[in-house]
């Protein structure tokens, strides 16, 4: 019988609006972390089911190696959607900086005496 021992890290999400590059390249390692362990996980499940032993054995270790990886899948959904809003709000933020009529600076502004 084939023991298979894996572990599944927590995401942990914070309600901070900080968006700073450091923060992105993390949540890309993170994806890219449990892209691998779904990957590994996927070569698991293709061994118990070629490997030996009793069928309800392989069912019960099939079933927790799936069980792994829909949780793998929704972390990885997850930092997803964290990903993409970062990238939106960085991008709103760069058009934000473009100056011209609507976006004052010190460079362009008015006073008005009355």
């Known amino acids: 019988m084939t ?3 894996t572990s599944t ?3 942990q999400s914070s ?3 900080s ?3 450091s923060s992105g390249n993390d949540v890309s390692a993170q994806i890219s972390r449990i892209s691998q362990q779904i990957t590994k996980l996927t070569q698991q499940l293709k ?3 070629n490997g030996s032993g009793t069928a309800e054995n392989k069912k019960k270790q099939q079933e927790a190696i799936q069980a792994q990886i829909e949780q793998l899948q929704a972390q990885l959904a997850q930092l997803q959607r964290k990903q993409a809003q970062e ?3 960085k991008q ?3 058009q934000g900086k473009v100056e011209g009529v609507n976006s004052p600076s ?3 502004s008015i006073d008005i005496y009355v």
Do not use: C, K
């Open 9 to 11: 890290p927590s995401i």
């Open 15 to 17: 309600s901070t609006s």
């Open 47 to 49: 061994e118990v089911a």
């Open 92 to 94: 709103a933020q760069q």
């Open 3 to 5: 023991t298979i021992a």
């Open 106 to 108: 010190d460079e362009h």
């Open 87 to 89: 990238s939106e709000h």
């Open 19 to 21: 968006s700073s590059s």
